[in-house]
């Protein structure tokens, strides 16, 4: 596990994981209005059914250099939204929130699409009255 450092007014050292910082970047993601969800892929879909537990992790990458973090989300997004525009409001809103709780500069947020998420019909069984 990676950690960033930061040595401010020689106070001491901060440390601060790449699991934070996906986690963050998680739940600013899951904020905005379109996105049903981050997508854990295959391998984490199968270990959240046995589990039973949800990660704020899953489908969130995070590469820290010195002190500059890029980061790669993948995503499930809402049938009938404009992605691009969705895509964009995610960027900002990680962007804003990581910088806002870490300190770090977030070069790049990668927003990944994995699956379109149509809403559920409402179904009502017919009932024949004879």
């Known amino acids: 596990m990676d950690e960033i ?10 440390k601060i994981s790449d699991e934070v910082v ?7 993601a899951g904020e905005i209005k ?3 969800g981050i997508s854990a892929g295959v391998t984490g879909g199968i ?18 250099e010195d002190e500059s973090a890029a980061i790669d989300i993948t995503v499930n997004v809402e049938y009938g939204v404009k992605i691009p525009e969705v895509a964009f409001q995610v960027q900002e809103n990680v962007k804003k929130a990581v910088e806002t ?9 990668n927003i990944y699409i994995q699956n379109i998420v149509l ?3 409402n179904v009502v069984p017919e009932i024949d009255e004879e």
Do not use: C, Y
Not at 5 to 14: A, P, Q
């Open 5 to 14: 450092r930061k040595d401010d007014n020689n106070m001491g050292i901060v």
């Open 47 to 64: 270990t959240q059914i046995l589990t039973g537990k949800k990660s704020n992790t899953k489908g969130v990458k995070v590469n820290v």
């Open 101 to 109: 709780m870490t300190g770090l500069t977030v070069s790049a947020v």
């Open 34 to 36: 379109g996105i049903v």
């Open 119 to 121: 809403p559920k019909e």
């Open 22 to 28: 996906s986690v963050i970047a998680g739940i600013a």
